[in-house]
């Protein structure tokens, strides 16, 4: 069973910055989503196993940056110039195989989330 830990989340204002840490039991390629109440789980950014090739959703280009160091097995979200629409239970996830994904139900392992809140 891989167990996906997830730290960092908080309560910032608009216009600062949070680092979401996950850490895999394994080496996968990863990604992290996103769920604001009332609204369906969303994708945020994925990276692959390798740590070369990323992808980022539209509404966080520019802002928010996936990054991993696979010598500490461990992945990162650089979150800057937050907003309140970013305000949301981010989950780290795990999937099988080397390549990105952007599509929810192609990853295997979640981990329990983390709060993210930003004041206006």
């Known amino acids: 069973q891989v167990q996906l830990v997830e730290s960092g989340g908080g309560l910032v204002q608009a216009g600062g910055s949070l680092r979401l840490s996950c850490a895999p039991s394994?080496?996968?390629?990863m990604g992290w989503f996103r769920q604001a109440p009332g609204k369906e789980r969303e994708f945020v950014a994925t990276i692959n196993r390798s740590g070369d090739s990323t992808y980022v959703a539209d509404s966080v280009k520019g802002r928010f940056t996936i990054s991993r160091d696979n010598a500490k097995n461990t992945v990162y979200l650089q979150m800057n110039s937050l907003k309140p629409e970013d305000t949301a239970v981010y989950y780290c996830?795990?999937?099988?195989?080397?390549?990105?994904?952007?599509?929810?139900?192609?990853?295997?392992?979640w981990g329990q989330g983390t709060q993210v809140t930003v004041s206006s």
């Open positions: 996830a795990a999937r099988i195989g080397s390549a990105w994904s952007a599509i929810k139900d192609s990853y295997d392992y």
């Open positions: 394994g080496r996968y390629s």
